[in-house]
Every structure is written in C-alpha cells, then in structure tokens.
C-alpha cells in the first residue's frame, strides 16, 4: 500500500522561507544603515556589501531600487512610529509648549537622515510622497490639538491663519532647517521654537483694536 504524500511544509521548506526572510530583512536594514550614515542613493552594489549577501540577491527579494527604498521607509516609519504620538497636553500653556517642542527635537534628532532620503525618494514615488504627507498632517493636527484651549476663542480666518503659523512653527521642515541648514545647537533650536510658538500664541491673546 502506497503512502499519501503529505501536504504540510517539509521542514527544508520552513528552512528555505526563513532564510529568505532573513536575507530580505538583511538588504532591507542594509539600506537602512546606508541611510542613517548620509548615504542617501547607494547603489545595489553596495547595500548587498553592506547586507553581507550577493547583488543578485537584492533582485531575488526586489523588482528595483525603489521598491527596495519603499521598503525600508516603511520598516523605519514602524520604529519610530512611538515618535510621533501626539505629545502631552498635560501642564499649563509653557509645559504644553515645552512638550511640543521636546517631541520635533526629539522625530528630527531619529529620522532627519531617512527622512532627507524620503524626500528625494518622494519624487519618483507616489507611495513615499503619499507617506510623508500622511506625515505633514498627524503633526500639523497635534500642534493645533496642543492649543485648543487658546485658539478656541478664534473663528474664521484668524484661527485658520493661527493654526497654519503653529503648524509651520514646528514642522519637520522648520526643525530640519534649523539643526541641519543653519548647524544651531539643539538647545539653541529649542530657543528659537519655544520663543516663536510662544510668540505666536500671545498674538492670539491681545486683543485687536477696533
């Protein structure tokens, strides 16, 4: 009597998908490391040196380069994803914007490198460019969530306009232009965002001449 062949995953089979993950998880973090050390556009040569693994073994996981970056972005956005929950709005308005502030030092201080890669990736994907807006959004909504208190006796136009400057204020793309474009120690940066939040809303506090 002939034996049925069983259906289940030989253990060789297990063996192979795990090695196979491993590898891919390999160029994956490969590039990552890339990232973080400046290099922003590395070639496949070089993330396979970097993974330890062959070039062809980066087109066994990847259709392309870009795929690939797709990838890592992704795996890095999950990391750092406690980063970027809103902060406390716990305290009185100066604690508010101390916490707000603390939080941008703190997303530019871990991502600024991948992020800069994102933004050149962000040109030839829709997948990227649609992530980093994602990302433009969940932290514009918390600086305006931070000071509801103080823009809700605003309407219209103004509180628009208010909620735009706040957002600005503490965008990733201000932070990065203060510790990367202009080189200012974080706690100089700290200054001159505390300052210009605070600034901001004490000019919701004065009342305006009739």
């Not at 795990?18 to 496949?44: I, K, W």
């Not at 605003?154 to 400057?165: I, K, V, Y």
């Not at 600005?168 to 201000?174: D, G, H, I, K, R």
């Amino acid at each position: 009597m002939s034996s049925i062949p069983s259906s289940a995953p030989s253990s060789a089979d297990d063996g192979r998908r795990r090695r196979s993950e491993r590898s891919r998880e390999a160029v994956v973090d490969a590039l990552l490391s890339l990232y973080e050390e400046g290099d922003l556009q590395p070639g496949a040569v070089r993330i396979a040196e970097r993974a330890g693994l062959s070039e062809r073994s980066v087109f066994r996981h990847f259709d392309d380069l870009e795929e690939l970056a797709s990838a890592a972005i992704e795996r890095h956005t999950a990391r750092v994803a406690p980063l970027f929950l809103a902060p406390s709005a716990e305290g009185d308005r100066q604690d508010r914007v101390d916490a707000l502030v603390e939080q941008r030092l703190a997303i530019h201080d871990r991502v600024r490198m991948v992020a800069r890669a994102g933004v050149i990736l962000a040109e030839s994907s829709t997948t990227v460019a649609a992530a980093l807006d994602r990302r433009r959004e969940v932290l514009a909504a918390q600086a305006v969530d931070q000071f509801a208190e103080e823009l809700g006796g605003l309407d219209g136009a103004e509180r628009s306009e208010l909620e735009q400057a706040l957002a600005l204020a503490v965008s990733f793309e201000a932070v990065a232009y203060l510790r990367s474009a202009t080189g200012v120690t974080r706690e100089v940066a700290r200054g001159v965002l505390v300052r210009t939040v605070d600034a901001l809303l004490a000019s919701a506090l004065v009342p305006t001449e009739a």
